[in-house]
Nanobody, 129 residues
Framework: QVQLVESGGGAVQAGGSLTLSCAAS????????VGWFRQAPGKEREFVAS????????HYSDSAKGRFAIGRNNGRDTATLQMNNLKPEDTGVYFC??????????????????????WGQGTQVTVFS
């Protein structure tokens, strides 16, 4: 099992940038894929980006492509989400999530909330115009 703690949220003007961090503890971090999700008030949790155990595989939502960059540092047990050119519609609570890469076969890096087993408490991002 892993425990995840997000940080780095805040309020920023449209066009600005924020970097979210996810600190992991517990099991070996390099045996987990990591994802970032967000949830706006009254809306379902939606996929933003995910990264495989080594960092070689990355997936982005259409809204995140070209503006956000996901990364990880297995030596420090951390994952990050660099967000540039932020828009008001990016506002929401951002969650870090993880799932083990092990299964009957090696599990692919997930892109839906159902794929992830461990979640942080979330960090608020507010983008104002």
């Amino acid at each position: 099992q892993v425990q995840l703690v997000e940080s780095g949220g805040g309020a920023v003007q449209a066009g600005g940038s924020l970097t979210l961090s996810c600190a992991a503890s517990g099991d070996r971090f390099n045996t987990y894929a990591v994802g970032w999700f967000r949830q706006a008030p009254g809306k379902e949790r939606e996929f933003v980006a995910s990264i495989g155990w080594s960092g070689a595989t990355k997936h982005y939502s259409d809204s995140a492509k070209g503006r956000f960059a996901i990364g990880r540092n297995n030596g420090r047990d951390t994952a990050t989400l660099q967000m540039n050119n932020l828009k008001p519609e990016d506002t929401g609570v951002y969650f870090c999530a993880a799932h083990s890469i092990w299964g009957p076969e090696m599990r692919p890096t997930g892109r839906s909330p159902d794929s992830f087993d461990y979640w942080g408490q979330g960090t608020q991002v507010t983008v104002f115009s």
